[in-house]
Structures are given as C-alpha cells and as structure tokens.
C-alpha cells in the first residue's frame, strides 16, 4: 500500500520499537516515530506480516506471523541500541505487552489496547460466519481530526476469520502479563468507540501487570488511532517523556 511501508531513523542509544493496529499499517505509528527521532532515539516502525500490502494476505496469516514481526523488530534494533523500548497501538499494544513478557524490554507502552473481545453475539460462530462472509466492511469512523483521517491507510474491511486469531493472541497477551516487569505506560481515550472505557480495557491491563512502575493516561478529543487523532501531540510528548525518564 502507497505510504504504509515500514520506517528506520537511526539515531541514539535509546531504540523505540513501534507496532500498528489490526488490518492498520506503519503509517499509523509514523507521527510518533517522528516526534522519538527528533528526540535522538533510534527509531524502527514494523509492518505486521499481511497488511499494507492486499486484504486477502489476511486470511492466511496467523497470531504467532503478527508476533514473529515485531520479534524481528527486536532483534534489528538490537543490533544498534543499548536498550529498546516497545510501543504500540491496539492490537500492537497486546503484541507489545506480548513481547514485554518474554524479552528483557527497557519499557513498554500500550495505547488503545484491548483486554478482551467486545460482547458480540456473532464472535462464538466467527468461525462459520467467516466461511459464507471471509470480510466484514468497517464501520463509519468518527475522529476528531478529519483531516488526519483523510491520509490514514488501512485495510477497508476486516477479515472475518482473523478475529480468531485477535482472541488467540489476547489470551496469550493475558497470560504474560504478569510475568512484564519492565515499566509501562498505557494511554486510552475516554471517547474510542472500538475499546471502549465502560468496558474497563485499561484498568484490567493496569491490575494484571507485573510491573511496578507502571502509569496512564486519559486523552479526551480522540477516538481510537490515538497516534493520528487530535490528541497526538499529548500522546507524542507522554510518550517520549517516559522513554526518558525510565532511560534516565
């Protein structure tokens, strides 16, 4: 897809590992990536395996390829920092808090992340569903910033059958998270329709960290891409404030 590739800035010893949402692409990460090399941190922005490039490479690709991606992610900037903080939005944030279980991370922030899957009659026959109906077409978005909206890239349809594989992957994100010990940092929006606050996503994630030093934050005049909406920048300087201060 035309401006969704992935992204290095090199820059200092510091690196921050950035990971887009379900059906999203880099492009979504890109304004943060940004403002953390102006910063003077290496930055790298992943491209999960099957998006940015056809909806149809969905229908293939499994939680353990979406993982493998940002695995790959570490192990480049391993290469080239001291130490390396994982950042991500939505389903990124659960394959970040994900790898925060499992690699001696500096820090890990999660952004707009679900705990659990919505209430949805439909998800317990997906599977079925998804055989007669392979994509589901998304919904009006309502952002706060339109014109923000206008550049974003993604996906125009979910893939019905990967649905199972976000479920898989929030189990296995569940179950890690009391072994993350590293510091984080979890920002949500009190008006994202997709993870929605009355569903109680971040303070459930809050509660079962490991972690000690662990912090939030509430934006307000953003829906879910909290990276590209109106409330960028207070996403942008929280950010990059908690890379510091843990570095530090």
């Known amino acids: 897809m ?23 692409t880099p492009k979504e990460m890109r304004w943060l990536g940004e ?3 102006n910063e003077g941190h290496t930055v790298l922005g992943v491209r ?31 290469s080239c920092t001291q130490r390396i903080f994982v950042m991500g939005l939505s389903m ?3 394959l970040s808090l994900t790898l925060a279980s499992e690699y001696p991370v500096a820090g890990v922030v999660a952004m707009s992340t679900p705990h659990h899957l919505p209430p949805d009659p439909r ?18 978005s309502n952002w706060y910033d339109s014109q ?13 059958r990967a649905y199972l594989e976000v479920r898989d992957l929030m189990a296995v994100m569940r179950s890690g998270l009391p072994r993350v010990s590293a ?3 979890l920002i949500y929006s009190r008006n994202d329709r997709t993870v929605t606050p009355e569903e109680k996503h971040m303070e459930q994630i809050y509660a079962e960290l490991g972690s000690q030093d662990k912090q939030t934050l509430w934006v307000e005049d953003s829906c879910h891409v909290i990276t ?18 843990v570095s530090a």
Do not use: N
Not at 13 to 20: A, E
């Open 48 to 78: 999960l395996a099957a998006h940015a490039t056809r909806p149809q490479d969905m229908l293939r690709a499994r939680w353990q390829d979406w993982l493998a991606s940002v695995e790959d992610g570490w192990h480049l900037l391993s």
């Open 2 to 24: 035309p401006t969704a590739e992935p992204f290095f800035f090199p820059g200092g010893p510091t690196g921050c590992l950035l990971v887009h949402g379900f059906t999203g």
């Open 148 to 160: 923000a909206h206008q550049q974003h890239a993604d996906y125009p349809a979910d893939p019905t």
């Open 183 to 185: 510091p984080a940092l």
């Open 92 to 94: 990124g944030g659960m």
């Open 35 to 37: 403002h953390l090399a």
């Open 228 to 245: 590209e909406d109106a409330d960028r920048q207070i996403v942008f300087q929280a950010v990059a404030s908690f890379v510091a201060r």
């Open 123 to 140: 998800l317990p026959f997906i599977r079925l569903i998804s055989l007669f109906k392979p994509f589901i077409p998304k919904g009006p």
